[in-house]
């Protein structure tokens, strides 16, 4: 699925996962919408970043499997969090979009904990203890 975004005309947004939830996009989208995230960053807003490392080899992660990963995550994030790849079959991310400055630690360490246990109740457990959570945050007081 590609969507237009109204953002920058003529740019081509590809979706690499659609469900009931919400979506997720490929990494060059990702990467570009984490860009302008960085840029609002500079301006004083706070930068949340949720990565999900998969230790399993490529090979491993069939489209059954990427579907639930995107899955999971959208169950636990926001509509307005923008979930994609960070490195394609390697590293899923979500950036924590409108998060306050006073609430950035608090959300850091749920987010992440909250994440981490969907993962390893809804992955197979072959999969799931080579998954590594974490978040990222240009904020000192956040959990990174």
Do not use: K
Request: proline fraction near 3%; charge should be positive.
């Amino acid at each position: 699925m590609h969507l237009r975004d109204g953002g920058v005309a003529g740019e081509v947004m590809s979706i690499v996962w659609q469900g009931r939830n919400g979506h997720a996009y490929d990494e060059p989208v990702f990467r570009h919408l984490l860009a302008r995230e960085r840029i609002r960053a500079r301006a004083g807003a706070p930068l949340v970043l949720l990565l999900v490392e998969l230790t399993t080899p490529d090979a491993g992660l069939h489209r059954a499997l990427v579907d639930r990963l995107f899955s999971v995550l959208a169950s636990c994030v926001r509509e307005t969090d923008i979930v994609g790849w960070y490195r394609r079959y390697r590293v899923a991310a979500v950036v924590l979009t409108e998060v306050s400055d006073a609430s950035v630690a608090t959300a850091s360490r749920l987010i992440e904990a909250r994440v981490a246990a969907a993962l390893e109740r809804r992955l197979p457990a072959t999969v799931a203890h080579r998954v590594h959570v974490r978040v990222h945050s240009n904020r000192r007081s956040a959990a990174a």
